[in-house]
């Protein structure tokens, strides 16, 4: 390098470092306010991340999330959303950013807050977590605006496409993990007005939340619109079914599925056998807990070591102590065929 042109490089270096160092300073200062309200400290604050996010985006970043999570705290929601959406607009979007000022939504029910943000983070972030999910529909909580949480959702829908039967869905288990069934039913019989069609996992999740509900009744009555509405239960709809009826003792209804699954050629595995002969076993129906342990054996499932134990218990306490040792001297002569502690965990569907 020609040595005038070499001086005249670090001469502009010398000049710029000090500017940049000054912007710096000042976006630090700027993060670390303890009460940032004032909408023209937000708008300096917007310039400088636009100053500095091409050279250094991480830090940038982090200095967004440090200060959006103070105007949160402040209670200033408003001023967060509109950084946010003019990074947005500029091109720069920070999704634990969204994240933060979501929760803080989502804390005062704010629920047309929460959808903005929400649709943001949709459509500029991709597939979202179940937390997020999660926080929307507490932003609910408080709403009985039926009309208008049927509009925001219709909003979701439409971005969604053509994965919004993906999102209704998880929608609507937010709703039911939320315990706000009445709104994830009501999102489930608007569906058709959204220009979506229902699948298994739709009716899955909407079986499990009447059924861990205690709503039985209307479990059955959902799966049987199931039917005739041309969908082929699995084997997540008869286990849905079968442990919800369980847990309130139906245990009629429990081998009415129990057989119908067998029918359909669903087969049943280790734990629905676990369910259904503990479930008999505590009501006194020691034969049909023992009908269940042998088909289980004849299907060429291995049985596990919890179901030999419970069945002994079961058989001892009614009385059967002979038939209990016989049990007892099978499984100690198989324990190391046996499934164990983590065979036994299934997967979350």
């Given at each position: 390098m020609p040595l005038l042109l070499s001086q005249n490089y670090f001469t502009c270096i010398r000049l710029f470092c000090p500017i940049v160092s000054k912007i710096v300073g000042n976006y630090n200062s700027l993060a670390t306010q303890a009460a940032p309200d004032d909408e023209g400290m937000a708008d300096e604050f917007l310039n400088q991340i636009l100053?500095?996010?091409?050279?250094?985006?991480?830090?940038?970043?982090?200095?967004?999330?440090?200060?959006?999570?103070?105007?949160?705290?402040?209670?200033?929601?408003?001023?967060a959303i509109r950084l946010l959406q003019s990074l947005r607009d500029n091109n720069i979007f920070i999704p634990n950013a969204y994240n933060t000022l979501l929760a803080a939504a989502a804390e005062r029910n704010q629920i047309d807050l929460s959808f903005r943000i929400f649709k943001d983070l949709l459509v500029f972030h991709g597939p979202l977590t179940l937390t997020c999910y999660l926080k929307l529909?507490?932003?609910?909580?408080?709403?009985?605006?039926?009309?208008?949480?049927?509009?925001?959702?219709?909003?979701?829908?439409?971005?969604?496409?053509?994965?919004?039967?993906?999102?209704?869905?998880?929608?609507i288990f937010a709703f039911g993990?939320?315990?706000?069934?009445?709104?994830a039913l009501l999102v489930?019989?608007?569906?058709?007005?959204?220009?979506?069609?229902?699948?298994?996992?739709?009716?899955?999740?909407?079986?499990?939340?009447?059924?861990?509900?205690?709503?039985?009744?209307?479990?059955?009555?959902?799966?049987?619109?199931?039917?005739?509405?041309?969908?082929?239960?699995?084997?997540?709809?008869?286990?849905?079914?079968?442990?919800?009826?369980?847990?309130?003792?139906?245990l009629d209804m429990c081998l009415v599925f129990f057989r119908e699954m067998d029918d359909r050629g669903v087969e049943p595995d280790l734990l629905t056998y676990r369910e259904m002969i503990e479930a008999f076993?505590?009501?006194?129906?020691?034969?049909?807990?023992?009908?269940?342990?042998?088909?289980?054996?004849?299907?060429?499932?291995r049985p596990s070591i919890y179901i030999y134990r419970s069945l002994v218990d079961i058989l001892k306490k009614a009385g059967k102590v002979d038939l209990a040792m016989?049990?007892?001297?099978?499984?100690?002569?198989?324990?190391?065929?046996?499934?164990?502690?983590?065979?036994?965990k299934r997967k979350r569907r």
């Open positions: 100053a500095t996010y091409r050279n250094a985006p991480n830090s940038s970043k982090e200095r967004c999330n440090a200060y959006v999570h103070k105007l949160c705290k402040a209670g200033n929601l408003s001023t529909a507490r932003s609910c909580a408080d709403t009985n605006d039926c009309t208008a949480l049927i509009r925001y959702v219709k909003q979701v829908s439409d971005l969604a496409f053509p994965n919004n039967m993906i999102v209704i869905n998880r929608i993990e939320c315990r706000q069934i009445e709104k489930f019989n608007q569906i058709k007005g959204f220009g979506c069609k229902p699948n298994v996992i739709t009716y899955n999740t909407i079986l499990d939340i009447l059924g861990r509900a205690g709503r039985v009744d209307e479990m059955v009555l959902e799966f049987s619109s199931m039917k005739e509405a041309g969908f082929v239960p699995d084997f997540v709809t008869y286990n849905t079914l079968l442990n919800n009826l369980r847990r309130v003792g139906r076993g505590r009501s006194g129906n020691t034969g049909e807990a023992l009908r269940l342990f042998n088909d289980m054996k004849q299907r060429k499932i016989s049990i007892s001297q099978e499984m100690n002569s198989s324990t190391s065929d046996l499934f164990g502690s983590k065979d036994f």
